[in-house]
């Protein structure tokens, strides 16, 4: 006999109840009874297997080997089925009670999407085979012990699987939090841009090694390196290139950009945000001699 008990869940019971039933009696033909006793506080199944002898009698069968492997399988299936979900809601509302329900649910969404992956790009072992690592952990469980509480079972025996699932949440919802920040830093930048007056019509960015320099239409140079004039408030130290190019054409504010890349320059970053600030009013240079210049 083992007995399987449950502080809260009644749903899962009834898919164990059918699961155990309809696998072991169509590969051995045992039958397994499920003996249900509710309770105010939990619930409890003890689960008997029966079969005939020779001679037809139903007898009491010991839960062996093959059971209790059927058995393993199917536990593991209903932990990640319906423990799973409720393990990862705890998670997402004690670690980000802050956010509204909106972004949790995001956060939740995007979880179970990069858990149904086969190996989560960036995710340790543990998380994509954590089917094989719960049912390993169950069976041992079940040959030692003739009863189980899932509940009790989830919170002490299976604790790298929380941290396995943690690492998941924690790493997916600042990913989404990371993309949040950055399109607020993007429409504060379009909100400030579309708020200046153009100080120029046309400004040309060239890409430095050592920094960058602006031209205007007619080739003067419209600031130096350094910038001072566009980033008051900034200390030298506190600001790098990327940041100088961006606060100097946001406060410039041109009706264009013509930006001249070079291959040896790491702006990269700067300038995706740029693109997406500016929007059609930049215009990236397929080459010139400015560009020629550069290289």
């Known amino acids: 006999m083992l007995y399987l008990t449950s502080s809260k869940f009644r749903e899962p019971f009834f898919f164990l109840r059918k699961k155990l039933n309809s696998e072991i009696y169509a590969s051995c033909g045992i039958e397994v009874k499920f003996l249900e006793s509710p309770d105010y506080a939990y619930t409890q199944v003890d689960c008997y297997v029966k079969s005939k002898d020779s001679k037809g009698k139903?007898?009491?069968?010991?839960?062996?080997?093959?059971?209790?492997s059927y058995l393993g399988n199917i536990l593991t299936e209903a932990i990640l089925i319906y423990w799973e979900p409720i393990i990862l809601s705890k998670m997402i509302n004690a670690n980000y009670n802050y956010l509204r329900s909106k972004e949790k649910r995001e956060i939740s969404e995007k979880v179970f999407e990069r858990l149904k992956m086969q190996e989560p790009c960036g995710f340790p072992k543990a998380v994509y085979d954590r089917r094989s690592q719960i049912y390993n952990t169950v069976l041992e469980y079940l040959r030692e012990n003739g009863r189980i509480n899932i509940e009790g079972f989830l919170n002490f025996r299976l604790r790298f699987y929380?941290?396995?699932?943690?690492?998941?949440?924690?790493?997916?919802?600042?990913?989404?939090?990371?993309?949040?920040?950055?399109?607020?830093f993007i429409c504060l930048l379009k909100y400030f841009l579309e708020s200046q007056e153009p100080r120029?019509?046309?400004?040309?960015?060239?890409?430095?090694?050592?920094?960058?320099?602006?031209?205007?239409?007619?080739?003067n140079i419209v600031a130096g390196d350094s910038l001072e004039e566009y980033v008051a408030g900034f200390e030298e130290e506190e600001i790098d290139s990327g940041d100088l190019l961006i606060s100097a054409l946001v406060a410039i504010a041109p009706q264009e950009v013509v930006l001249h890349l070079s291959t040896e320059v790491d702006l990269q970053e700067a300038v995706?945000?740029?693109?997406?600030?500016?929007?059609?009013r930049m215009v990236i240079c397929s080459g010139c001699s400015r560009c020629i210049s550069v290289t």
């Open 272 to 280: 995706d945000i740029l693109k997406n600030v500016f929007g059609k």
């Open 200 to 219: 120029i019509k046309k400004v040309h960015v060239i890409l430095l090694n050592t920094g960058f320099q602006l031209y205007d239409s007619d080739d």
């Open 162 to 184: 929380w941290d396995a699932l943690e690492n998941v949440v924690n790493q997916t919802a600042d990913g989404i939090l990371w993309a949040k920040e950055y399109d607020d």
């Open 58 to 68: 139903i007898i009491d069968r010991q839960i062996d080997s093959l059971v209790l």
